[in-house]
C-alpha cells in the first residue's frame, strides 16, 4: 500500500509570496487533515476534510490560508502571502473508514520564509 | 493554550533498559490517545493507541498506561533498542476522534 505522499519535499520564498503544496492520501481514505508543525512544537491542525467537504477549519488562519480537496481525492493548501512566521512543517494525513483513529502521515513540506 | 503536554524535551537511555515517556492532558473530554513517532526529514508515524475505558493497552516492547484520575499516560518501552532513538508525540481527542491535539515530543536517545 503507498503512503500519504506530498510536494514539494522543501520550499524557500520570500516574505509576500505565494506558495502552494500538494497531498495525495492513501487509496481509500476518505479523511484528509494538513498539519503546521513549527520547529520545537507538536504538529497544529489547520484543517481536515471529509471526502471533499470540510469538517474542521477553526485553526486556519482564512486571511491567507486556503485548502481545496477536488473530487475528495487530492488535496492543495495555500498561502498568500506568506508571512515569515509560516515557516514550518506542513504535514498531510489521512485516515481510513471505520473505527481506527489512527492518521497516515505524509514526509512533510519543509516551509521556509525569508 | 496546549491541552496536551510533555515536559520532557529530551530522554537519554542505555540499550537493554526502560524508556519511559510521560504525557499529561488537561481536557477531561479526551477519551482516545495515541503515540506517534518521528524520525527526521519523515512524518510521524502510528505507534499505539488506548481508548479511555482502559488503563494499558500492550503490543510487543510497547505499553501505554493511562490514568484518567491524574489526567496522564506514559509510553513504556522495554527493552530499549537503538532503533528506538526518534521524536515521540502523544495526542489525545474527544468524542468523535476527529481533530487530535499533539504535544511538543520528546526526543529520544537510545545508548548503544
Known amino acids: 500500500e503507498a503512503g500519504v505522499a506530498q510536494s514539494p519535499r522543501y520550499k524557500i520564498i520570500e516574505k509576500r509570496q505565494s506558495v502552494a503544496f500538494w497531498c495525495n492520501p492513501i487509496s481509500g481514505h476518505a479523511t484528509l487533515y494538513w498539519y503546521q508543525q513549527i520547529l520545537g512544537q507538536g504538529p497544529k491542525l489547520l484543517i481536515q476534510?471529509?471526502?471533499?467537504?470540510?469538517?474542521?477549519d477553526s485553526q486556519l488562519p482564512k486571511d491567507r490560508f486556503s485548502a481545496e480537496r477536488l473530487k475528495g481525492v487530492d488535496s492543495t493548501l495555500k498561502i498568500q502571502p506568506a508571512k515569515l512566521e509560516d515557516s514550518a512543517v506542513y504535514l498531510c494525513?489521512?485516515?481510513?473508514?471505520?473505527?481506527?483513529?489512527?492518521?497516515?502521515f505524509g514526509p512533510g513540506t519543509r516551509l521556509t520564509v525569508t | 493554550d496546549q491541552q496536551v503536554k510533555q515536559n520532557s524535551p529530551s530522554l537519554s537511555v542505555q540499550e537493554g533498559r526502560i524508556s519511559i515517556l510521560n504525557c499529561d492532558y488537561t481536557n477531561s473530554m479526551f477519551d482516545y490517545f495515541l503515540w506517534y513517532k518521528k524520525y527526521p526529514a519523515e512524518g510521524p508515524t502510528f505507534l499505539i493507541s488506548i481508548s479511555s475505558i482502559k488503563d494499558k493497552n500492550e503490543d510487543g516492547r510497547f505499553t501505554v498506561f493511562l490514568n484518567k484520575s491524574a489526567k496522564h499516560l506514559s509510553l513504556h518501552i522495554v527493552p530499549s533498542q537503538p532503533g528506538d532513538s526518534a521524536v515521540y508525540f502523544c495526542a489525545a481527542s474527544a468524542n468523535t476522534g476527529n481533530q487530535f491535539y499533539f504535544g511538543t515530543g520528546t526526543s529520544l536517545t537510545v545508548i548503544p
Open positions: 494525513a489521512s485516515r481510513s473508514p471505520g473505527f481506527s483513529y489512527e492518521q497516515y
Open positions: 476534510f471529509q471526502n471533499n467537504g470540510v469538517v474542521d
